[in-house]
């Protein structure tokens, strides 16, 4: 049954793989499959993960110069008594992080950025009431050196799509965030966090900052900005074995090779260096010339000997790309698990070679929730419809197909024709071949295009009979685009304020409903 005990405003859980929404390689993983065993330190469960805290090997320097520099970033904002105590407790050997991270997708973006933080705070609290002898603190971590602008400059409300257009360039958490008040202009009523975050700040790595603690702080979320010189300082070794060295390279490609042998298709592709030189308006990557080193789209250059002093004395200037940024971000915090995507997931489980290179636990690798919200009129249009929880994730014509059948008074299937046709021909055959076998290829011919005149009819058939049942087709399809917009998933296209603005509740609803360690898919009620 893919229905559960209503939970406030759970309605049902329906198991990934009867979404079809999730690739194989990603089934395979969290069904345990054991050819998928040696890439991961095992299922995140909360066995495996109370297991993981003996397993941790984080060194006392960095925890020591993380706990600081947290403080430090956290400084200039209102914080909660939580948020306090977790800064606080992140200096205590025993106190560990579960951590999501995200690009700084404007307005927080698809839904999915709020299931990423609900999820690590719902496990923190979980392994609380396990070890209570332990510390359990949520990490978001901010993306702030990605510079890839078009994927975070927009998001979708009330199908609208409202975008923030400007020409700066480099590491989007520098970007200055004034031009952004257009879309203030464009669509009034926002709520006021909002404004101070965009307004009142002058970078967009500041501007998240203050609405992500202004949603998430009571639930004692901890905010990292890894775009930091002293926390980069940590990452010196890292930075001489990618750049000089090419270890991950050679690592992740021979666990590439593999996985690709057991028929999954890899997610990221390692480079020779994993380093983006990154300084002003300028994020761009470094590669190796016959001289030295040059970074790509400059006439910035470095010796081998000028690259490694860089390296020591300015590792700020060295952002890593996605191959090198999970490494960045264990060896930054005390982590047991990173809750992602599914996509994001399974690169992960290119990369454990290239921990174990650099003596660092590869963290378990847990989903974050996955929902779809459906407005309390929507769940009576379901039910009105007939049509079970499970049924949302069917192809859509193979859904109305199968409700107009069901709820039809007339056959409307031509079965019993084609089996007389099918009949008529195969007699027919028989009979034509004992006289001239080159007439067999025409008697297959023309008993096809018999057939597909039977389907033709019964083609017309469905479709008038769906005429007939116009209001259980179009309740259907309205159903189906409110879950997949435009064909897409609801988390992956629709923006939170679609439902926060009318149920201010709306975040403290899933945090009620999201199981973070019962791995399906969460369909939860609100006001819409």
């Known amino acids: ?133 332990c510390n359990f603190v949520p990490v978001y971590w901010m993306a702030s050196e990605d510079h890839d602008f078009e994927e975070i400059n927009h998001f979708r409300y009330n199908a609208k799509k409202f975008s923030w257009n400007t020409d700066q360039t480099g590491a989007v958490g520098k970007f200055d965030t004034s031009t952004i008040k257009s879309i203030f202009d464009e669509l009034p009523g926002l709520p006021e966090f909002f404004s101070e975050a965009y307004l009142k700040h002058s970078d967009l790595a500041s501007s998240v900052r203050h609405y992500m603690n202004h949603l998430f702080g009571e639930y004692g979320l901890v905010i990292i900005d890894a775009d930091d010189r002293s926390l980069k300082t940590l990452f010196k070794e890292v930075m001489v074995g990618d750049i000089i060295d090419h270890s991950p390279q050679q690592k992740v490609e021979a666990t590439s090779s593999q996985l690709n042998q057991l028929g999954y298709k890899t997610q990221v592709n390692p480079r020779e260096i994993n380093f983006f030189y990154m300084e002003g308006d300028v994020r761009s990557r470094i590669v190796r010339t016959e001289t030295g080193f040059e970074v790509l789209d400059t006439d910035i250059s470095f010796s081998e000997e000028e690259i490694r002093m860089a390296i020591d004395k300015q590792p700020e200037l060295f952002s890593p790309n996605v191959v090198l940024r999970p490494l960045y971000q264990e060896y930054l915090l005390p982590n047991l698990a990173y809750v992602g995507g599914p996509s994001e997931l399974v690169y992960w489980l290119q990369l454990k070679d290239v921990f174990e290179h650099f003596n660092t636990t590869f963290p378990l690798l847990m989903p974050r929730n996955f929902a779809g919200v459906i407005s309390h009129p929507k769940v009576e249009k379901i039910k009105k419809a007939g049509l079970s929880f499970e049924d949302l994730f069917k192809d859509e014509s193979a859904l109305v197909k199968e409700k107009v059948i069901e709820n039809t008074a007339f056959k409307l299937d031509l079965d019993e024709q084609r089996e007389r046709l099918r009949s008529i021909f195969s007699e027919a055959h028989v009979q034509a071949i004992q006289i001239d076998k080159t007439l067999e290829k025409l008697v297959l011919a023309e008993h096809r295009k018999a057939e597909k005149s039977i389907e033709k009819i019964e083609f017309k058939i469905l479709k008038a009979e769906r005429k007939n049942q116009e209001v259980l087709v179009n309740r259907i399809y309205n159903l189906k685009e409110s879950l997949f917009p435009g064909g897409a998933p609801q988390e992956r296209k629709d923006n939170f304020l679609n439902f926060y603005l009318s149920n201010p509740s709306f975040i403290e609803d899933c945090l009620k409903s999201f199981d973070p360690l019962d791995f399906q898919f969460h369909l939860i009620s609100t006001n819409e």
């Open 1 to 133: 049954m893919e229905t559960t005990e209503e939970i406030d405003c759970l309605l049902a859980k329906i198991p990934f793989e009867k979404t079809n929404s999730f690739s194989n390689f990603f089934l395979d993983y969290i069904k345990g499959d054991e050819q998928l065993s040696q890439y991961h330190n095992g299922l995140p469960t909360a066995e495996n993960l109370l297991n993981q805290i003996e397993s941790r090997n984080f060194p006392s320097a960095n925890r020591a110069i993380m706990a600081e520099v947290l403080k430090n970033q956290h400084a200039d904002s209102i914080l909660s008594d939580e948020t306090k105590k977790n800064l606080d407790e992140l200096s205590a050997e025993n106190t560990y992080t579960i951590t999501t991270g995200h690009q700084l997708n404007i307005f927080t973006g698809p839904l999915y950025v709020i299931y990423k933080i609900v999820s690590v705070i719902k496990t923190c609290e979980e392994l609380k009431r396990l070890r209570p002898d």
